[in-house]
C-alpha cells in the first residue's frame, strides 16, 4: 500500500521548511497551458466586492456583541526602563471601568519570544496593562489614573550601540539573536575578487517602514460557556488559534477565530497580538466579550515594521560584465524582537555568480518590533543589490539591463537545482519593449532644471506554496456551491480565486459558487495568508475537493440521464450526456438528490521534489528630478510578471499595481522616525508618516507573461502578491541616479538625500 | 437631539463632544463608516452632510442637529447601487474594502460639484482618502467611469 504521509518542502518567506503531507486522494493533471479552461483564467468581478461598497462588509471592529466591553492599553512612553509599580486600582475604582489585566493575568504569555506586559520595558509605547470599560471613552480615560512608575534605564537604537561592549541588554540572554551574525556562503569570494577586472564597493541605506494597514490591529473576544470564540483581523486564524489555546492552556477545539474582512495586513498580522490577549483575557476574567483595537498611534508605534538595513556590497566582473564575486556584509536592527528576515538571500539568488558571501548581523534594539512585510528582506536586499549592479554597469559603461541578462540564472543558484519555470528573460524583453528602454537610454543627459533618468531591477521571489491545505466543496439540495477551506481573504482576491477553480472543475457557474474562508471552527486547515503562497496551497486543494465532488454529482446524474458518468460534461451549471444529447441542470439533479449532500475533500500535496518554486519579476521606472529641490516625481512604472497562471487576471493586475505603490511609497517616502537619542517614535500617525496618496502614483503598466507552470502544482499557479513591491525602489533609484549622474545611496529619496548638496547646505 | 441619517430621524442623547463618527458607529449601529486614524488624516470615515464630504471624526455630533447625513449605508437606493458603487465594482477599485466606504462618499462629493472631472481633478478630488492595498490606478477609473455614468444625477 502506498504511503499516505510523507514529507515535502515549503518555503515562506525566504525559510525553507520541511513538513509532513497527507497525499491527496488524487493528484489531478496538471492544467497546461493547452487545457481548455473556461473559468480559471476570466475577469471574474470580486465576488465580495458588493459587500464592500454598500458597508456590509463587518471588520473585526464592526463586531458589537450584547454586554461588550471595550478594553484600552496602557503603554509605557520611554524605550527602556523597569515598571516598579502598578496599580490599577485607581483605574477600577472609575465609574463604568469593569476590569483590567496586566503581568499576572498574562503569566509565560509571550509574543515573538517576549512576555506580554512585561515590567521590563524594551521599546516606547510599550503596552503593560489594558483597562476595560462599558465604553473606549471610558477605558482610555481611567489610564490616565492608574498608578504607574517607570525607572528609566540605558537604551540602544542601533546594531552598532547594540553590539558595543557593555551595551545595555535588550533581551536577557544578549543583543544578538540565536544565528546572529548569519553567514552564508557559496564558492570564494576573495577569488573571485581577485578575479574580477572591476570591483565596486557601496553602501546603501534602507529606512524602517510600517505596514499602517488602515484598520488597526484588533480582536473581540467572547468567553462563553468553556468557549473562546476570538473575532480577529488576521491573516492566520489556525496560528492565532493555536497561539490562544496555548496562552490560556485551552484544547485547540475550545478556542474559535474568526476572520471574515480584514481591513490589511502586509505582514504584520500573523498572529495573536497584544490586543488579542489583552481582549481575551479580559473577556475570560469578566465573562463578557470585550473589543481591544489598536488606535492609530499604538498602530504606527507597536504594531510591526520592516526594520532598516545597511548595506555594505562588493562586487567583482569580468570587462565583459560576468559576475565573479557579491560580498554583502548587512546589519539589520530588528527591534526588540524579530525573525531574521534578513537583506541577504537575495544576493544569492538573483543573479548566476559562484563566489557569494553574506554576513547579516541582526540586533535586538530598543524600538518595537519588526514584523514581516510584504517580501521581508527581499525587498530590503534588492535595493542594495540593484542598486550596486547599476553602479558596476556604470563603471563598465554597459546598459543595465544587458549587464543583468549577461548574469542570467537559469537555476537557483543556492540550492543548486532547478527551478519549476522561470520567465525572468521574457519578463526583461516584454517590459523593456513596453517601456521603450532602448530608445530612453539613448535619449541626451537633461542639463537643464528638471532631469529625466531610467531605471530597472529583477526580482526573484517564492510563492510556490505547498501543503498542508484542506478544502471541502459541499453541493447543496438547490444546487449551490460552497467552497469551505480556512484560508484568509486579505483583499488579495482569495475568495473569488477559489471560487472560480472550484466552477471549473465542477463545470458550474462561478455565480452559483460561495467561498467560507476564516473560520477555525467550520473550516478545514489552510496556513497562513503569508508568502504570497494560498492561490498555489490551497488552488491544489479545492481543485481535487472539487473534482471529488464533480465525480459524485456525474454519477447520479448518470443514473438520471441513462448513461454512463463518463458521457457526461458539466458546463454553466447544466450538465450534458454526449451520447443521447440529454441535458439537467446541476440544480435538478440536486433536487432530486434532496438532502443527500455531495461532499468533496481535497488537500494540498507535496511540491516537486529537488525543485525550486519561485516567481519573478523585471520592473522599470522613469523619473524626473528637479536638481534644484531634489523633488523626484515618478513618471510611469512598467513591470512584468511571471507568475505562473494567472487564475484572475483583474484581481492579479489590483495586487500588482497595490505592491507596486507601496514600493513607490517606500523608496520616495515612507520612513519611521526615531528621536535617535531618546528613541521616542517621532510621525506615529498618517500625517507625518507618508504612504502614497492617490495624486503621487503614476502611470502603471503592470502585466504577466508566460503561463502555467505545470510543474509547480496541478493548477499551474504561483504568488503574486510580493514580487511587486520588490523591485521599485531600486528601479526608482537607478533612475534617479541615471538623472543625476551620482549614485543614490538611501531610501527614501526625500530632497536631502536626493542632492548632496541639500545636504551640506541642510 | 434628532440626527437625520441616510432619511430616517434618530433621537440622540449625546455629550457635546462625541464625534458623528462614534455616534454612527457606537450608538447606531452604521459600522459602514469606518475608524482609522481618528483625526482627520486618512478619509475612510468620510460621510456627506448636507450633501458635501466631511470626516466623520472632525465633525460633533452637536453640531448636526437638523443635517442631513449620509453614510455608505444610503448610498443605494431600493438595492440598486449607486453608479459610484456600481463602478467600483465593476473596476475592481478596492482590495480590502477597509477605506472604500470613505472612497465612495468622496467621489459622490466630487462628481456632485464637478460632474466632468478630468483625471487630474479626480486625483485632487480623492487625495483626501487613503487606500493602503493601492487601489488607486482603478479608484481613478471608475471615479471616472462613475462621471461618465451621469453618476452627479445619481
Not at chain 1, 713 to 719: C, D, I, L, R, S
Not at chain 2, 6 to 19: I, K, L, S, W, Y
Request: some cysteine; hydrophobic content about 40%; overall charge negative.
Amino acid at each position: 500500500m502506498a504511503k499516505r504521509f510523507v514529507t515535502t518542502k515549503v518555503e515562506v518567506e525566504g525559510r525553507e521548511e520541511t513538513t509532513v503531507v497527507e497525499l491527496p486522494s488524487r493528484e489531478p493533471t496538471p492544467w497546461d497551458d493547452d487545457a481548455t479552461l473556461h473559468v480559471v483564467g476570466q475577469r471574474i468581478p470580486r465576488m465580495d466586492a458588493l459587500e464592500k461598497v454598500t458597508g456590509e462588509a463587518r471588520f473585526t471592529a464592526d463586531v458589537q456583541l450584547p454586554g461588550m466591553l471595550h478594553a484600552a492599553l496602557l503603554r509605557v512612553p520611554i524605550p527602556g526602563g523597569r515598571v516598579v509599580r502598578l496599580d490599577l486600582a485607581p483605574a477600577l475604582a472609575l465609574n463604568g471601568v469593569r476590569g483590567a489585566v496586566s503581568l499576572d493575568d498574562v503569566r509565560d504569555i509571550t509574543i515573538d519570544g517576549v512576555q506580554v506586559f512585561d515590567h521590563t520595558v524594551r521599546h516606547a509605547n510599550q503596552a503593560i496593562a489594558a483597562v476595560c470599560a462599558d465604553s473606549l471613552e471610558v477605558a482610555r480615560r481611567a489610564l490616565n489614573a492608574v498608578a504607574c512608575e517607570v525607572l528609566p534605564e540605558p537604551h540602544v537604537l542601533t546594531v552598532a550601540q547594540a553590539t558595543a561592549p557593555g551595551a545595555p541588554l535588550v533581551r536577557p540572554r544578549g543583543n544578538l539573536p540565536r544565528n546572529s551574525p548569519r553567514t552564508m556562503t557559496r564558492g570564494d569570494v576573495d577569488a573571485g575578487l581577485r578575479d574580477a577586472d572591476v570591483t565596486i564597493t557601496r553602501e546603501y541605506r534602507t529606512p524602517a517602514a510600517l505596514h499602517s494597514a488602515l484598520e488597526p490591529h484588533g480582536a473581540v473576544a467572547d468567553w462563553s460557556g468553556g468557549v473562546l470564540t476570538v473575532w480577529e483581523s488576521t491573516q492566520g486564524i489556525f496560528l492565532t488559534r493555536s497561539e490562544l489555546a496555548d496562552a490560556f492552556d485551552l484544547p485547540l477545539s475550545k478556542v474559535r477565530v474568526i476572520k471574515n474582512y480584514m481591513g490589511g495586513g502586509f505582514g504584520a498580522k500573523n498572529g495573536a497580538s497584544h490586543a488579542t490577549f489583552a481582549a481575551a483575557a479580559l473577556s475570560m476574567k469578566l465573562g463578557r466579550p470585550v473589543r481591544c483595537v489598536l488606535d492609530r498611534e499604538g498602530e504606527q508605534t507597536d504594531a510591526g515594521n520592516r526594520p532598516a538595513t545597511i548595506q555594505r556590497v562588493t562586487l567583482g566582473a569580468k570587462r565583459n560584465g560576468t559576475l565573479t564575486a557579491i560580498k554583502l556584509d548587512a546589519s539589520v536592527p530588528l527591534g526588540a524582537a524579530g525573525w531574521l528576515g534578513g537583506p541577504g538571500r537575495i544576493y544569492h539568488d538573483l543573479y548566476a555568480c559562484p563566489n557569494v558571501h553574506t554576513v547579516e548581523t541582526f540586533a535586538y534594539v530598543s524600538s518595537s518590533p519588526m514584523a514581516s512585510f510584504r517580501a521581508p528582506g527581499h525587498t530590503e536586499g534588492a535595493f542594495g543589490l540593484e542598486r550596486a549592479l547599476d553602479e558596476l554597469a556604470r563603471e563598465l559603461a554597459m546598459d543595465p539591463l544587458e549587464l543583468r541578462r549577461r548574469n542570467y540564472a537559469a537555476n537557483d543558484q543556492s540550492k543548486r537545482r532547478q527551478y519549476s519555470g522561470k520567465r525572468l528573460d521574457e519578463c526583461y524583453t516584454r517590459a523593456a519593449e513596453r517601456f521603450g528602454w532602448a530608445a530612453a537610454r539613448s535619449r541626451p543627459r537633461d542639463t537643464g532644471r528638471i532631469r529625466r533618468g531610467v531605471g530597472m531591477a529583477s526580482v526573484v521571489w517564492g510563492g510556490g506554496g505547498g501543503p498542508p491545505a484542506y478544502a471541502t466543496v459541499r453541493i447543496n439540495g438547490d444546487g449551490s456551491i460552497e467552497v469551505l477551506t480556512g484560508a484568509q481573504d486579505l483583499g488579495t482576491g482569495a475568495r473569488t480565486v477559489l471560487a472560480q477553480i472550484a466552477a471549473e472543475v465542477l463545470g458550474a457557474k462561478v455565480s452559483e459558487v460561495r467561498t467560507v474562508l476564516g473560520d477555525t471552527e467550520r473550516l478545514p486547515y489552510a496556513s497562513n495568508s503569508w508568502g504570497s503562497i494560498t492561490t498555489a496551497s490551497v488552488g491544489p486543494a479545492v481543485r481535487v475537493a472539487a473534482e471529488e465532488a464533480r465525480d459524485a454529482l456525474l454519477e447520479a446524474a448518470a443514473g438520471m440521464l441513462d448513461t454512463q458518468p463518463s458521457d457526461l460534461e458539466s458546463r454553466d451549471s447544466e450538465i450534458h450526456a454526449k451520447s443521447n444529447d440529454r441535458c439537467m441542470l446541476i440544480r435538478d439533479v440536486c433536487e432530486k438528490l434532496g438532502n443527500v449532500m455531495i461532499i468533496g475533500q481535497g488537500s494540498r500535496g507535496p511540491n516537486p521534489e529537488n525543485t525550486t518554486l519561485a516567481a519573478f519579476a523585471a520592473q522599470f521606472a522613469e523619473v524626473e528630478v528637479d536638481v534644484e529641490t531634489g523633488r523626484v516625481r515618478v513618471l510611469r512604472i512598467v513591470s512584468a510578471h511571471d507568475s505562473g497562471r494567472i487564475i484572475n487576471p483583474t484581481l492579479a493586475e489590483s495586487q500588482l499595481e497595490g505592491g507596486i505603490i507601496q514600493g513607490l511609497g517606500y523608496a520616495l517616502f515612507e520612513e519611521r522616525v526615531l528621536d535617535a537619542r531618546l528613541g521616542l517614535p517621532l510621525n506615529p500617525t498618517l500625517h507625518d508618516y507618508k504612504v502614497p496618496t492617490i495624486a503621487d502614483v503614476p502611470a502603471i503598466d503592470a502585466f504577466f507573461v508566460g503561463g502555467a507552470d505545470t510543474v509547480a502544482n496541478h493548477t499551474g499557479a504561483k504568488g503574486l502578491a510580493e514580487p511587486p513591491i520588490i523591485g521599485v525602489a531600486p528601479a526608482i533609484a537607478n533612475a534617479v541616479a541615471d538623472a543625476l549622474g551620482h549614485d543614490v545611496p538611501e531610501i527614501p529619496l526625500t530632497p536631502w538625500r536626493v542632492l548632496p548638496a541639500l545636504r551640506t547646505t541642510g | 437631539m434628532r440626527l437625520i441619517v441616510n432619511g430616517a430621524a434618530h433621537d440622540v442623547t449625546v455629550p457635546g463632544h462625541e464625534t458623528l463618527l462614534g455616534t454612527l458607529r457606537e450608538r447606531l449601529q452604521l459600522t459602514g463608516t469606518k475608524l482609522a486614524c481618528g483625526r482627520g488624516e486618512c478619509g475612510a470615515c468620510t460621510v456627506l452632510v448636507d450633501g458635501a464630504s466631511a470626516y466623520a471624526c472632525l465633525v460633533l455630533t452637536a453640531a448636526c442637529e437638523g443635517r442631513e447625513i449620509t453614510t455608505i449605508e444610503g448610498v443605494a437606493r431600493d438595492g440598486e447601487l449607486h453608479p459610484v458603487q456600481a463602478a467600483f465594482v465593476a473596476e475592481d477599485a478596492l482590495q480590502c474594502g477597509y477605506c472604500t466606504p470613505g472612497q465612495i462618499l468622496a467621489a459622490i462629493s466630487l462628481l456632485r460639484q464637478n460632474p466632468n472631472p478630468t483625471e487630474a481633478d479626480v486625483r485632487r478630488g480623492m487625495s483626501g482618502n487613503l487606500c493602503r492595498c493601492g487601489a488607486y490606478p482603478k479608484i481613478v477609473r471608475a471615479v471616472l467611469a462613475a462621471a461618465r455614468e451621469g453618476a452627479a444625477n445619481g
